[in-house]
T-cell receptor
Framework: QKEVEQNSGPLSVPEGAIASLNCTYS??????FFWYRQYSGKSPELIMF????GDKEDGRFTAQLNKASQYVSLLIRDSQPSDSATYLC??????????FGDGTTLTVKP | NAGVMQNPRHLVRRRGQEARLRCSPM?????VYWYRQLPEEGLKFMVY????????ESGMPKERFSAEFPKEGPSILRIQQVVRGDSAAYFC?????????????FGQGTRLTVV
């Protein structure tokens, strides 16, 4: 079992729809959770982080964390073609070291 | 994040040569992390360094790979006697502290190609 697992994708949604990206993790000691966006050939860009159970909203992005289920998700409302990218889930258990999932590729179709 | 500077952006090496990848963290950051990303895969942790110290090298291959972060100057990831399987994107990230609730910011990466 991978430490951090994401939907294999690819995920395709029409413009304006809600995109839902999911991530599960195996280490119950994990304390902080991050979502990065990575465009093809570019570096990861931090878009959301969440530490506590529940929802955290930032603009069109909502991160959801359920530590009991070891599950974290990212919702993107009103998806735009510019949101088309690979989304990486990362989990910190120990200091600043992150364990990443393999990513989910999202395509938003105009 | 433009604040973390990596160079070179692209590096081509022949099999058996050495590759040196450099990373200058964001101003005020003293913690550096190196990750490797193979094509179509996620990022894999390699090593975590503070100034003059290796904190966690659990992701480093046992041979040919080494890393340092001297008191002065950038962090260096060194790969000796490169092989084709070393071809990947190598990303450096930096943070201002070591707490588990630490946001790390990535450089643009060095894309290593071994021919």
């Amino acid at each position: 079992q991978k430490e951090v697992e994401q939907n294999s994708g690819p995920l395709s949604v029409p413009e304006g729809a809600i995109a839902s990206l999911n991530c599960t993790y195996s280490d119950r000691g994990s304390q902080s959770f991050f979502w990065y966006r990575q465009y093809s050939g570019k570096s990861p860009e931090l878009i959301m982080f969440i530490y506590s159970n529940g929802d955290k909203e930032d603009g069109r992005f909502t991160a959801q964390l359920n530590k009991a289920s070891q599950y974290v998700s990212l919702l993107i409302r009103d998806s735009q073609p510019s949101d088309s990218a690979t989304y990486l889930c990362a989990v910190n258990t120990n200091a600043g070291k992150s364990t990443f999932g393999d990513g989910t590729t999202l395509t938003v179709k105009p | 994040n433009a604040g973390v500077m990596q160079n070179p952006r692209h590096l081509v090496r022949r099999r058996g040569q050495e590759a040196r990848l450099r990373c200058s963290p964001m101003k005020g950051h003293s913690h550096v992390y190196w990750y490797r990303q193979l094509p179509e895969e996620g990022l894999k942790f390699m090593v975590y360094l503070q100034k003059e110290n290796i904190i966690d090298e659990s992701g480093m291959p046992k041979e040919r790979f080494s890393a340092e972060f001297p008191k002065e100057g950038p962090s260096i990831l060194r790969i000796q006697q490169v092989v084709r399987g070393d071809s990947a994107a190598y990303f450096c990230a930096s943070s201002s502290n070591q707490g588990v609730r630490t946001e790390a910011f990535f450089g643009q990466g060095t894309r290593l190609t071994v021919v």
